[in-house]
């Protein structure tokens, strides 16, 4: 049972465009959203995070858009640039529990 | 370095074998965990050390794997009596307290 769903695996866009990456769950109890990045051969870092009493968090070129009614959460990456290709992972958590719960992940790559 | 390192970064064993791997958390933090990522998966919780509670063991797979972090620091991952399926990234992360979850690198290990 994948309580954190990223559909799509990949996600191919043009340098200077937007970028955006979906992530749905089905645990009504996760109140704080996580995304992290991945570089192959190395650990994910953390990029950016939304809690579930907002329904935008942004940071730069990142905003993390939460729709809490439709258990949907967004990366907007805008404007993208080769260097943020990576694969990207959704977590989520509930409270202050220390469990993530992740995506399978969205391979992006920015083309020059 | 700064970072959580783990060792080795490679792992090939034959089925039927032990194997251990180590994470080196960030001097200072309290929190570890350990992961998985399997071929096309998310990353899978496997067990937590915070201070000197219990750790949460809730994640492991199978009696067949067992983690301890001698002196609220290291760690090691113990998998007895391999099987292909046990072939996936082990992560491990550290935080203070439940903070922000840095990552290592990750061991890849093969199972053959």
């Known amino acids: 049972d994948q309580q954190v769903k990223q559909n799509s695996p990949s996600l191919s866009v043009q340098e200077g465009r937007i970028s955006i990456l979906n992530c749905d769950y089905t645990?009504?109890?996760?109140?704080?959203f996580l995304w992290y990045k991945k570089y192959p051969a190395e650990g994910p870092t953390f990029l950016i995070s939304?809690?579930?009493?907002?329904d935008k968090n942004e940071d730069g070129r990142f905003t993390v858009f939460l729709n809490k009614s439709a258990k949907h959460l967004s990366l907007h990456i805008v404007p993208s640039q080769p260097g943020d290709s990576a694969v990207y992972f959704c977590?989520?958590?509930?409270?202050?529990?220390?469990?993530?719960?992740f995506g399978k992940g969205t391979l992006l790559t920015v083309n020059p | 370095g700064a970072g959580v390192s783990q060792s080795p970064s490679n792992k090939v064993t034959e089925k039927g074998k032990d194997v251990e791997l180590r994470c080196d958390p960030i001097?200072?933090?309290?929190?570890l965990y350990w992961y998985r990522q399997s071929l096309g998966q998310g990353l899978e919780f496997l067990i937590y050390?915070?201070?000197?509670?219990?750790?949460?063991k809730s994640g492991l797979p199978s009696d067949r794997f067992s983690a301890e972090r001698t002196g609220g620091s290291v760690s090691t991952l113990t998998i007895q009596r391999t099987q292909q399926e046990d072939s996936a990234v082990y992560l491990c992360?550290?935080?203070?307290?439940?903070?922000?979850?840095?990552f290592g690198p990750g061991t890849r290990l093969t199972v053959l």
């Open positions: 001097s200072g933090h309290t929190a």
């Open positions: 977590a989520a958590r509930r409270g202050s529990n220390y469990k993530l719960t």
């Open positions: 050390f915070q201070g000197n509670s219990a750790p949460d």
């Open positions: 992360a550290s935080s203070f307290l439940e903070g922000e979850q840095f």
């Open positions: 645990n009504s109890m996760f109140d704080y």
């Open positions: 939304i809690s579930s009493i907002k």
